[in-house]
């Protein structure tokens, strides 16, 4: 597995991880894959994609329960555990509050990174940030991030950071939603920010993709891994493909390690404007 530095961090993460929306449940609990999830976690993980994502909103919490299941069978440090806070929960209490919520469903006593899963316009993020930063400092949280933010809310979330910075945001990114390329990337990239890809196989659509199969044939790859590996062509992007599927867990381990051409780089950029 391909490794990517978190920007100016020291800390490498691999450059596919897991997503577990709708693993445990969507908007409500569902008990019903429990031991399937976990097993396919599991195996994520010891294909080298330790790098899993979840949020206090997948399946109410059910989804971090799971996450919990899965990493015990690893050195906690093995595993780099990313989790989000609602955005109803942004005041200063009610975000150390879910935290401490989700520390107890993750099974742990640290989370490496802790993101706002979207804006909230209501609630000053200056109030926000200082929570966070209260949880970095006493070292159950080592990075904070932010998911869904614009240039400027990442700014302003930026300013009231005193000791720490922001080291993603995550985003939509894949080949049929390329909004961020025209300036957040870019910035992202120039401001040290690794860029979390959320439905980089756009909800299972790219892989049954005819253009991205015939240029798999060639690597002896497949459409999925096609759409991965463009993205983490990327410098500061990495991807979070969800798998339930054991087949499709090994596909996407195996989307890194090789680099499409200059010349089919070009076709697919042309095909997915
Ligand atoms: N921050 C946010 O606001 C936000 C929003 C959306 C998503 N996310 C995160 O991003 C993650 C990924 O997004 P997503 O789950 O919406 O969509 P996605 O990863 O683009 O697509 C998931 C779908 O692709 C299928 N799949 C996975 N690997 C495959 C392969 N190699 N070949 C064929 N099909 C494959 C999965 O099937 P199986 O499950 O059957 O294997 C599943 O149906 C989420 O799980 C979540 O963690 C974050």
Redesign the pocket.
Known sequence: MELKELNKTGVKIPAIGI????IGGYLTPDYSKDEEAVKALKKGIELGMYLI???EMYGRGHSEEIVGEAIKYFPREKVFIVT?VLPENLRYNDLINSFQKSLRRLNTDYIDLY?I??PNPNIPLKETMSAMEKLVEEGILKFIGV??FNIFQIEEAKKYLRRTDIVVN?V?Y?LVDRRIERDLLPYCLKNNITVMA???????IL?KNELLKQIGIKYGK?A??VALNWLIQKENVVA??????TE?LK??AQATGWRLTEEDLQLINKHFK
């Open positions: 997503g577990t929306w709708g994502d979840t949020a989000k993101l899963h979207a998911s869904n995550q939509e894949s959320y439905c980089p196989l756009a909800r299972g892989p497949t999925a891994q979070i493909p969800k798998a339930l599927n499709h596909e996407n």
